[in-house]
């Protein structure tokens, strides 16, 4: 965004001429008469903020062109992608591959046979026979139901048809507005919230054993219990707030209309605004009279004052940039209602969000993570004195420390890193990106293509050199570097179990505690937290083990520490690093004015009708265009440095990224550039009386600076209408994915066994944290401007709605996620309560600048205080037991059995020693093809193995052992193999 007020930079010598004549005498007499001082070097307060002014006021035929090519860019990219997303199906669809199972070789032949016995009538009944026996219903891959309180991923069926991936969003959007009028006209008693009905059928429907096929939701809280038990709360949360922001900046511009129709009114027809461009005045004739008398200075500015009452040659008049007075009654009425809409929105999504926790938790509550509390900031070390001595001594003191009194009532595991995990992090992640994926190529090269044709080289050495490798030795170094991992993993994991006489070596900084049940663990979090927090200890419930940053966990505090002060101070740089794109941005928003200071640019200005509508629309998209650029790249810098600062978990690393990025984007966009501009060069012309004149003396020289001050930063509103579209834009492409395409066409351009293809297509991770981050930035425009410029809060909705598709049929069907059990819906409900706030603040400073009455200012800050009354309420009603630990979990006290004599509590597992470490690939399904080549190659099987135990389970003595599900085997991937 460019900043607000110009830099004296350009006011050079050469350019002086060019400034207004008023701008360089030596007093400056004002509306009302009153003589004041000029601004040091000749330009006053009043000039700066006028030339800012003009600087902002980007025209309506550039709104409108931005908005023109948006819409006809964002159909385009609608009907390409409908068009190739079913044809490209790996590109386009691979979360959905990945999940459905496909058909094997001999499976497509039977198909085909059958279909070739049946007419075209008997095809065309059966086809209509299923359709009717699908209607209303939903399909699910994996097709499995889950294990009792584990949770796995599922993917809902490709709706058929052009454009099927639009039904699902206008399935969506009907059922929710049935809802929302439903609820209204209840009196706010509806099945928003989910009464006991609603949830008996969601627990019929979705508990059941066989949940693979599932009638479409009648309400929306069914819709969301099915969108939770398919993708997970963190999809869902980020959903339910999309669905938040659309509905109330639609309920906002509903109202927004009316008030952009009375701004007009009062700006034409009353006394209270004006119709100037540029100079604000109480009414048409004063700003008239007010041109006159500048333009008998014949100064420059006084050419660009214009009185019309057009909205496309004086878009300021839907505006409350020249209303003053009692006009602005109106405005203050508005703020309140958007007050009341926001607090409405976030009750009621607030308690629909408790409810999904609940559902949540008993979908998970035989997850080992949800019996498991994590304690950082720990000072564990070897001590004498306290009879530590060794690991099973610290293990006695962490539970004591946790448990208190009741350590030996209750069951418990304790685990923390009695080994560095970080040799065999390395040695892992080699295997993965080398030894296992060279061995896999090389055999599926000589199974596919024949003899001789799995000779690979280690790199160019190897190729320049002649060092060839064969498929067999491949094979065979693979096997060598999975049993030294293996061996390393058992040397860990026989230090855990037998550690009466293993010596406590450094310092323990972090542990994991695991009781029988989770809800002894919601309990037991809930009595201790405030006790460990006095102490310096920090508890809470522990996360999945993939999202534990195990390197960072290691580190001690001081080191951690040291990377937090590092991080800081280089985020402090980068962010003012960011705002140099900011100066490219100011100088293409005013394109007309670097022209006119730069000669050897008055060349370029177009003359013609075609030239001057290309240099229209790159006015109004070229701006907006950079500074959506450079504001994509950031996230994933701040994300990286977070990581490295010492993060201990993702959803900790989601909320710093969301805290970072939205205070740098409030503070650099609206605080420095507008806010602080402002204050400052009033400030400068000012400060010669402060001392020597009282208050109101000086209040009264500034005359209409106030005013001046006021349209100054609403002025700045056109430009975000052009910013909008920009951003609109961005979010269709997303459908099309062109930086994930662009990478990968060298992938898929040259892959040559069906493995390499798989890697090629795997589905990216959506990355919460990154999007909420935009879609808060563009939350906080909105609600900002929303009393002053309503027609900005129209272009919100319209972005929010196209993020609630274009996201919703991302996460169904394209991009893979993480689980963090929804770590992020409380810092991203406070920064919609802080934009509510910033609006209200912006509208006080307007109301008491432009009125100079304290029983309006007073009026018009009341809000804040409803606000604050509303964040207590919340705290008390809303706010997660014990961090996302359902108060609820009660009600599922018998399927968990009783707390006090449940089995024995579980251990918590390091990501790098669970069994199915392995990498996962899509197994062949040609039974031929792989039979050739084990028969070629026999230590390939033992290659594949996920660990010792062997792929069914099975250990040596030949009992059944019990397979913990892991993540990857959540998402119903196969073991590893050739992939076809």
């Given at each position: 965004m460019p900043p607000f007020s110009h830099s004296l930079a350009p006011y050079h010598a050469s350019v002086l001429h060019n400034l207004p004549i008023r701008a360089i005498n030596d007093t400056d007499t004002t509306a009302t008469g009153i003589s004041r001082p000029a601004h040091t070097g000749g330009l006053s307060a009043s000039d700066l903020i006028e030339e800012a002014e003009e600087h902002w006021n980007v025209s309506a035929r550039s709104i409108l062109a931005a908005w023109a090519a948006t819409a006809v860019g964002s159909i385009l990219i609608v009907l390409l992608y409908s068009l190739v997303r079913n044809r490209l199906k790996l590109i386009y669809l691979p979360r959905l591959k990945m999940l459905k199972p496909s058909l094997t070789p001999a499976e497509k032949e039977k198909a085909k046979a059958l279909m070739a016995e049946l007419t075209k009538e008997e095809y065309g009944r059966i086809r209509k026979s299923e359709e009717e026996r699908n209607r209303g219903r939903v399909t699910f891959f994996p097709e499995q139901g889950n294990g009792s309180g584990v949770w796995m991923a599922r993917v809902p069926n490709n709706p058929p048809g052009f454009g099927g991936w639009l039904r699902p969003a206008w399935d969506d959007t009907t059922l929710e507005l049935r809802s929302l009028i439903r609820w209204s006209f209840r009196g706010g008693k509806g099945d928003y919230h989910g009464e006991a009905g609603v949830q008996n059928a969601s627990e019929e429907g979705l508990k059941s054993d066989k949940p693979e096929v599932k009638d479409k939701p009648k309400t929306l809280f069914e819709q969301d219990l099915q969108l939770l038990w398919a993708l997970g709360l963190d999809a869902t949360i980020y959903l339910l707030f999309l669905r938040l922001l659309k509905y109330l900046f639609s309920s906002i511009s509903f109202l927004a209309i009316l008030l952009a129709i009375a701004n007009y009114y009062i700006n034409t027809q009353t006394s209270f605004g004006g119709t100037s461009a540029l100079t604000p005045g109480t009414d048409a004739s004063c700003d008239n009279s007010a041109a006159l008398s500048e333009g008998s200075g014949g100064g420059s500015g006084s050419g660009n004052v214009t009185s019309s009452t057009s909205i496309i040659s004086n878009p300021q008049l839907l505006t409350a940039a020249n209303v003053t007075s009692n006009g602005l009654i109106v405005h203050i009425a508005f703020e309140l209602m958007v007050t009341l809409l926001v607090i409405v929105f976030v009750a009621r999504s607030s308690g629909h969000h408790l409810k999904l926790v609940q559902e949540w938790t008993h979908m998970n509550y035989n997850e080992v993570s949800f019996k498991t509390l994590m304690i950082t900031n720990l000072a564990i070390r070897p001590n004498r004195n306290k009879d530590i001595n060794t690991v099973a001594d610290a293990k006695r003191e962490i539970r004591a420390l946790v448990l208190g009194p009741d350590r030996d009532k209750i069951d418990s595991s304790v685990w923390f890193a009695v080994h560095n995990m970080n040799p065999l992090h390395e040695k892992m992640e080699e295997f993965k990106k080398k030894s296992f994926n060279w061995a896999i190529d090389a055999v599926a090269m000589e199974t596919f293509y024949g003899n001789g044709k799995g000779v690979s080289y280690d790199g160019c050495k190897g190729r320049l050199c002649g060092m060839s490798k064969s498929a067999a030795s491949r094979v065979e170094e693979a096997l060598k570097a999975k049993n030294e991992i293996e061996a390393m993993q058992a040397d860990i994991k026989k230090g855990q179990v037998d550690v009466r006489y293993t010596p406590l070596r450094g310092t323990i900084t972090s542990a994991f505690l695991t009781v029988p049940t989770a809800k002894k663990a919601r309990d037991i979090l809930k009595n201790s937290k405030d006790v460990l927090n006095e102490a310096g200890y920090h508890i809470q419930r522990a996360p999945r083990s993939h999202n534990v940053l195990w390197k960072n966990l290691e580190m001690d505090a001081k080191s951690r520490a040291s990377h937090a002060a590092i991080g800081k101070a280089v985020l402090v740089v980068i962010c003012f690093i960011n705002t140099i794109p900011l100066m490219i941005v100011t100088f293409l928003a005013n394109l007309n004015t670097a022209i006119s200071l730069w000669s050897p640019l008055a060349n370029l200005e177009p003359s013609s009708d075609a030239g001057k509508a290309i240099f229209t629309v790159a006015a109004g998209i070229l701006p907006a265009s950079i500074s959506a650029l450079f504001s994509y790249l950031l996230p994933y810098i701040m994300r990286r440095l977070a990581r490295w600062s010492g993060?201990?978990?993702?959803?900790?690393?989601?909320?710093?990224?969301?805290?970072?990025?939205?205070?740098?984007?409030?503070?650099?966009?609206?605080?420095?550039?507008?806010?602080?501009?402002?204050?400052?060069?009033?400030?400068?012309?000012?400060?010669?009386?402060?001392?020597?004149?009282?208050?109101?003396?000086?209040?009264?020289?500034?005359?209409?600076?106030?005013?001046?001050?006021?349209?100054?930063?609403?002025?700045?509103?056109?430009?975000?209408?052009?910013?909008?579209?920009?951003?609109?834009?961005?979010?269709?492409?997303?459908?099309?994915?062109?930086?994930?395409?662009?990478?990968?066409?060298?992938?898929?351009?040259?892959?040559?066994?069906?493995?390499?293809?798989?890697?090629?297509?795997?589905?990216?991770?959506?990355?919460?944290?990154?999007?909420?981050?935009?879609?808060?930035?563009?939350?906080?425009?909105?609600?900002?401007?929303?009393?002053?410029?309503?027609?900005?809060?129209?272009?919100?909705?319209?972005?929010?709605?196209?993020?609630?598709?274009?996201?919703?049929?991302?996460?169904?069907?394209?991009?893979?996620?993480?689980?963090?059990?929804?770590?992020?819906?409380?810092?991203?409900?406070?920064?919609?309560?802080?934009?509510?706030?910033?609006?209200?603040?912006?509208?006080?400073?307007?109301?008491?600048?432009?009125?100079?009455?304290?029983?309006?200012?007073?009026?018009?800050?009341?809000?804040?205080?409803?606000?604050?009354?509303?964040?207590?309420?919340?705290?008390?009603?809303?706010?997660?037991?014990?961090?996302?630990?359902?108060?609820?979990?009660?009600?599922y006290e018998d399927d968990e059995g009783d707390p006090f004599t449940a089995a024995e509590a579980p251990e918590y597992e390091h990501e790098l020693l669970r069994e199915d470490w392995m990498p996962k690939v899509k197994t062949v399904k040609n039974e031929k093809l792989m039979a050739a080549a084990v028969r070629r190659f026999p230590h390939f099987v033992d290659l594949l193995k996920v660990s010792q135990t062997g792929e069914g389970g099975v250990e040596s003595n030949g009992r059944k052992k019990k397979r913990r599900k892991g993540r990857r085997a959540k998402r119903g991937r196969g073991g590893g193999s050739l992939n076809g």
């Open positions: 993060a201990l978990t993702r959803g900790q690393l989601d909320r710093s990224v969301i805290r970072q990025l939205f205070a740098f984007l409030l503070f650099s966009n609206f605080i420095v550039f507008s806010l602080l501009g402002v204050v400052y060069e009033t400030y400068l012309t000012i400060s010669e009386d402060i001392g020597k004149k009282n208050w109101s003396t000086i209040y009264a020289s500034l005359g209409n600076l106030p005013a001046k001050i006021t349209r100054a930063y609403i002025t700045e509103s056109l430009y975000w209408l052009s910013w909008y579209p920009i951003r609109s834009v961005v979010m269709w492409l997303q459908l099309l994915q062109l930086p994930r395409v662009i990478t990968k066409v060298p992938g898929l351009l040259t892959f040559k066994t069906p493995h390499d293809l798989a890697e090629v297509v795997q589905p990216e991770n959506f990355e919460f944290a990154i999007e909420y981050s935009h879609v808060l930035f563009a939350m906080v425009v909105g609600l900002m401007y929303a009393p002053l410029a309503p027609v900005v809060v129209i272009c919100a909705t319209i972005y929010f709605w196209s993020a609630h598709i274009v996201h919703a049929n991302q996460l169904r069907y394209v991009e893979d996620c993480k689980e963090t059990d929804g770590k992020c819906w409380e810092i991203i409900i406070n920064r919609l309560l802080v934009a509510t706030v910033m609006m209200q603040l912006l509208m006080f400073v307007t109301v008491t600048l432009k009125t100079r009455s304290a029983p309006m200012a007073v009026g018009s800050a009341l809000p804040i205080l409803l606000l604050l009354l509303f964040k207590m309420y919340l705290r008390k009603h809303y706010h997660p037991d014990g961090e996302l630990f359902s108060q609820y979990i009660d009600k």
